[in-house]
């Protein structure tokens, strides 16, 4: 493969809508609208940013059935350290924030929008960030597809699309299958967080806290969490809720030991 065509395809979802997993639960799972997978421009700089550091870094969902599931050891050069998955990092503003304060742990950012992902890649590189990686994909594939069972020691999801038309709620990403995929994905005494300013989907929240067995509900704070709770920074689109004078609701669950 000649420079041109790696550089084009560095990052980049494959052609075609990724095979769905076929959940045999019963339970309900987001429906992605096309507007998820829209592409955005890269700045010249951050084309090369991302060029230079994603095939370290980075790592796209493979359009395949196959297993691709992530070595966590071997991809961030260490042993035995907690994982936590981030899905919907945004442009990695809590990620970037979060990352240097909890130096033991791999965080694994999850998001579709290639922009939002060079942004982050610019932080982490700028900062010297070492324990941040990222994957380019659908969220809910990426847990079914990439991440083995009870292998997490987090997952978070931070301000997620409220996709406020009823004709939407169906693409929130909160359902209750996603809350039993996660509670797979978790070893037992794993934690999510999730945090929306969105009243709405919060109430759409309220109702589901307790739809999982194998996730125990603990509201918020937990003061004794085992991962880091605190999200350290307000976000872009926290930011914007709070101007409109929106309350942050902020969840976290407990995967049992059952
Ligand atoms: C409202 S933004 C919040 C971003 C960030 N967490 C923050 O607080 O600033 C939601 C993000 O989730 C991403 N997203 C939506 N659905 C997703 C999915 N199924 N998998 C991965 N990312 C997704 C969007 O591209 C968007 O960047």
Redesign the pocket.
């Known amino acids: 493969m000649d420079n041109v065509s790696v550089t084009e395809s560095i990052g980049e979802l494959p052609h075609g809508r990724p095979p769905q997993t076929e959940f045999d639960t019963g339970l309900d799972y987001?429906r992605?609208g096309s507007v998820?997978f829209r592409r955005g421009t890269l700045t010249e700089n951050q084309q090369a940013l991302f060029d230079e550091w994603w095939p370290r870094l980075g790592v796209v969902l493979e359009n395949t059935e196959d297993e691709q599931h992530i070595d966590y050891d071997e991809w961030f050069g260490r042993a035995g350290h907690p994982t936590v998955v981030?899905?919907?990092?945004?442009?990695?503003?809590?990620?970037s924030a979060m990352a240097p304060l909890e130096a033991d742990t791999n965080v694994i950012a999850?998001?579709?929008?290639k922009p939002?992902l060079a942004k982050l890649l610019g932080s982490v590189v700028r900062g010297g960030i070492e324990n941040i990686r990222m994957v380019r994909?659908?969220?809910?594939?990426?847990l079914a597809r990439m991440i083995a069972p009870e292998s997490l020691d987090g997952v978070r999801?931070?301000?997620?699309?409220?996709w406020p038309k009823a004709r939407h709620h169906k693409?929130r990403?909160i359902q209750s299958g996603t809350l039993n995929l996660i509670a797979t994905r978790l070893k037992p005494g794993g934690v999510l967080h999730v945090?929306t300013d969105h009243a709405d989907y919060a109430e759409w929240i309220d109702e589901l806290v307790n739809v999982e067995p194998m996730l125990e509900y603990k509201g918020w704070p937990w003061e004794n969490a085992p991962i880091l709770t605190n999200r350290q920074v307000i976000?872009?689109?926290?930011g914007k809720g709070l101007d409109k004078e929106h309350v942050i609701r902020e969840y976290l669950w407990e995967k049992k030991n059952e």
């Open positions: 987001p992605l998820t981030e899905i919907g990092s945004g442009t990695g503003t809590s990620t999850v998001e579709l929008y939002g994909g659908d969220g809910v594939e990426v999801i931070f301000f997620p699309d409220p693409r990403i945090a976000t872009k689109f926290e």
